[in-house]
């Protein structure tokens, strides 16, 4: 239990209050580096924090965003990118890296 109320602290510290001021997929090159075979969605926030959404606690590749309002039955799914999926915006990864 102490371990999931020190997360929970941290994320608060790290994300309460936080606002999203860019979003893009993963650039081919950066999922290269990284040896994974899907672009997530990279959401940037107000303190130059990048949130990057992975399929696992070791990152073993790039994973979806789920997201649900709160009070509405809707949802929706911020799918990855495979490597061969067309890039939008290709000029912005190397300016917000």
Do not use: C, Y
Not at 7 to 26: D, P, S
């Amino acid at each position: 239990m102490q371990l999931t109320i020190d997360w929970q602290k941290e994320a608060e510290k790290q994300l309460l209050g936080r606002k999203i001021v860019a979003l893009r997929w993963m650039s081919t090159p950066e999922a290269e580096a990284m040896d994974w075979w899907n672009r997530p969605i990279i959401l940037k926030l107000d303190n130059d924090t990048f949130l990057v959404p992975q399929s696992d606690d070791e990152g073993n590749d790039g994973g979806a965003l789920w997201i649900h309002q709160e009070n509405e039955n809707e949802w929706n799914v911020m799918p990855v990118m495979g490597l061969s999926d067309v890039e939008v915006g290709k000029d912005n990864a190397e300016q917000e890296s």
